[in-house]
């Protein structure tokens, strides 16, 4: 959901070449799915375009790769922190930092309600996307 929810702020505002975007898991539990019909359906409604990505697993050389990484929560964290090697550049975050909310998001897979997950991930992306923005 994140992926989507960032890649249609960055294209809202016509950076798409300033960013390069992606997800990735961190357990192997659904690596090659597609994206939630549930959360497809939220995306939809916020006229927010997801296509046909499949999961893929979070690799060491993403950390190389990337200027952030993000996790959904501290079980996210933790997972990452071991699959990069650490954080020495300081690179891993939780979404909800961005947002000034020092929480994890609940898993809409677990907790069934998407819509709450979808406004948390919207706080936390926008809170990332004005952050990097300054940056430019």
């Given amino acids: 959901m ?5 890649q249609d702020l ?4 016509a950076l798409a070449d300033a960013f390069g975007i992606d997800s990735a898991a961190t357990s192997y539990d659904e690596i090659g799915s597609p994206i939630d019909r549930r959360t497809r359906k939220v995306l939809q409604r916020h006229h927010i375009w997801c296509g ?4 893929r697993h979070l690799i060491a050389a993403d950390y190389a790769n990337f200027d ?7 079980y996210n964290m933790r997972n990452m922190r071991s699959m990069v090697g650490g954080d020495s550049e300081h690179k891993l975050s939780l979404l909800l930092d ?23 991930v919207l706080a936390g992306c926008t809170g990332l996307f004005d952050h990097v923005t300054r940056e430019l």
């Fill in 98 to 120: 961005w947002a000034g909310k020092q929480r994890d998001i609940a898993d809409p897979w677990y907790t069934g309600n998407f819509d709450a997950t979808f406004d948390d």
């Fill in 2 to 6: 994140a992926q989507y929810v960032m």
């Fill in 68 to 74: 952030y990484l993000v996790g959904m929560d501290s």
């Fill in 10 to 13: 960055v294209d809202r505002a």
């Fill in 52 to 55: 046909d990505h499949r999961a």
